[in-house]
């Protein structure tokens, strides 16, 4: 019979260790392993993020309508977005990695677009944006708004420029467009004024030339009678001649008129303006039994201004103001001119007693062709308008209690 018990001794340290060591080692690489999951997650997230992030930059990217360009500090284009490729026509890769004279620079601007080119890469662009013509690849030149940016990287180092390029052809179309409408306006708000002043001019033509020959035919009568004494002819003829020359300052003024191509700026003295104003009515307010009451200081200051169409305005509501009182009693026929000096401007108000502004036309009052009248034109008080604003002045009209209206005009004395 053999029996057989194990010894039991004191075990050695070193597998001990070693088996301690293992164990930690273990877990170790467990750890490492689970933390190495972590990060791994982690960064999967980040990176989906990335790509989502870059993707929304992308598609903003490609779907600007402006154009966008970086460039190296040597002017080497570092990037271009869609949209500057479909402006100009290049696909991005002949256009990245180009140095200046750039393709797409216009043929007849070179000199100019490589001097500003220079300037922007010496930091002396300008800050507002400008406008320059670049060539598309078809050959067809076009209008932009460029606007630089130092573009800087995340350390801080200025690396290059951005730019950004809008297409503004079509906007310059359309203000030229715009600009020639105006001009054609203006051409007809001329000829129509021309019209409106020929017909007046031509009324007021009529009262010299009746004149003139009413004298004639007295002169002539006067020398059928047998008459040969030379000092009584002599007055007739001298109307005669008196009436001529008014002819003829009427005819001047139609022929100034249209002569002009824009608006004087000399001195003007209001008084005249007025005594002119008179000058030319008279006949016609005696005629329809009108008073004119002329209440001006003795002197006013000059005025900067055209004359010629300062009279003309001023005819203008004259003529209103008597036509409103046509059918008025003839006690009631009376038209006042009064004339004021404020602290830095001459105030007129032609004040009539007519029947005041009819309601339907009081809403359209300045605008072109609003009349009442048979034989008007509308255009007198638009025109007036014109005037007195193109002299920085101001026209308006305010109802007076006991029927009729005042025309007020406000004109900025010269500053001295
Ligand atoms: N002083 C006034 N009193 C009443 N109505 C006026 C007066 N001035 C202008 N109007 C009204 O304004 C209209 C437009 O005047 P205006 O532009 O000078 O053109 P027109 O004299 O050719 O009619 C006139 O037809 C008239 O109805
Ligand atoms: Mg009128």
């Given at each position: 019979m053999l029996h057989a018990a194990p010894y039991r001794t004191q075990a050695p340290l070193a597998p001990r260790l070693l088996t301690a060591s293992l164990i930690l080692l273990a877990t170790l690489v467990l750890w490492s392993l689970w933390s190495l999951r972590r990060h791994w997650t982690h960064r999967l997230a980040a990176e989906q993020a990335l790509l989502r992030e870059h993707a929304f930059r992308q598609a903003m990217e490609n779907s600007l309508q402006t154009g966008l360009r970086a460039r190296d500090l040597e002017g080497r284009i570092t990037y271009v977005n869609p949209a500057f490729c479909r402006m100009v026509g290049w696909p991005a890769e002949e256009l990245i990695g180009r140095s200046p004279?750039?393709?797409?620079?216009a043929d007849e601007l070179l000199e100019e677009t490589r001097a500003l080119h220079d300037r922007i890469l010496a930091g002396k662009g300008p800050l507002e944006g400008f406008e320059i013509k670049l060539k598309r690849r078809t050959g067809e030149v076009f209008d932009v708004l460029i606007h630089e940016a130092p573009l800087i990287d995340a350390r801080g180092h200025h690396t290059g420029w951005m730019s950004s390029i809008v297409d503004i052809t079509e906007n310059k179309r359309t203000e030229e467009r715009e600009r020639q409408q105006q001009q054609r306006l203006q051409a007809t708000a001329r000829l129509v004024t021309m019209g409106e002043m020929a017909s007046s001019l031509a009324h007021e033509l009529n009262q010299p030339l009746a004149a003139i020959a009413s004298y004639t035919t007295g002169c002539i009568n006067l020398i059928d009678s047998g008459?040969?004494?030379?000092a009584q002819l002599k007055s007739p003829l001298a109307k005669c001649a008196e009436q001529a020359q008014r002819a003829g300052r009427i005819i001047h003024r139609i022929y100034e008129f249209a002569r002009r191509a824009e608006p004087r700026a000399e001195s003007c003295d209001l008084i005249a303006i007025v005594d002119e104003v008179l000058g030319l009515i008279d006949a016609d307010a005696r005629r329809q039994q009108i008073r004119i009451l002329r209440d001006l200081p003795a002197e006013l200051p000059p005025l900067l201004g055209d004359r010629v169409l300062l009279t003309q305005a001023l005819l203008n509501l004259v003529r209103n103001g008597m036509d409103a009182m046509a059918h008025m009693p003839a006690e009631r026929r009376i038209l006042t001119i009064l004339g004021k000096r404020g602290d830095a401007t001459l105030r007129l108000s032609i004040a009539d007693r007519g029947g005041g502004i009819a309601p339907e036309i009081l809403a359209h009052l300045?605008?072109?062709?609003?009349?009442?009248?048979?034989?008007?034109?509308?255009?007198g008080l638009n025109i007036c308008r014109s005037v007195v604003e193109a002299h920085r002045g101001r026209l308006w009209h305010e109802a007076r209690p006991d029927g009729g209206c005042i025309f007020n005009v406000e004109l900025p004395l010269v500053d001295t």
């Open positions: 004279p750039m393709p797409y620079w008459q040969r004494d030379a300045f605008e072109p062709f609003r009349t009442t009248k048979a034989e008007g034109m509308g255009m």
